[in-house]
Nanobody
């Protein structure tokens, strides 16, 4: 059974930090690119960060560049999102997404249930 379980969300003051984790199971994690998305009420889901299956290529949305860092540990089947210098506009539900990146897994697309991040004083 495929599972992606996010954790680490919560309430933080502006300027603070949080580290999100997404633990994967039920599939070959090292064969999947991983993404973090976020969605605020009334807004479309936004792609935040992307990391390839081997971690050799990373990209960020302009809105989080220089503040967020995506990383992965294939031995632990986990992807992380370190979020620093948080702003109120970062408030959203954050989702991790696994996308197949090999011939055998192309087309696979798995989602976690999301974790709430609230940035407020």
């Amino acid at each position: 059974q495929v599972q992606l379980v996010e954790s680490g969300g919560g309430l933080v003051q502006p300027g603070g930090s949080l580290r999100l984790s997404c633990a994967a199971s039920g599939f070959t994690f090292s064969s999947y690119g991983m993404k973090w998305y976020r969605q605020s009420p009334g807004k479309e889901r936004e792609l935040v960060a992307v990391i390839t299956s081997r971690g050799d290529s990373i990209n960020y949305a302009d809105s989080v560049k220089g503040r967020f860092t995506i990383s992965r540990d294939n031995a632990k089947n986990t992807v992380y999102l370190q979020m620093n210098s948080l702003k109120p506009e970062d408030t959203a539900v954050y989702y991790c997404n696994a996308v197949g990146s090999t011939f055998a897994t192309i087309g696979d697309d798995y989602w976690g249930q999301g974790t709430q991040v609230t940035v407020s004083s």
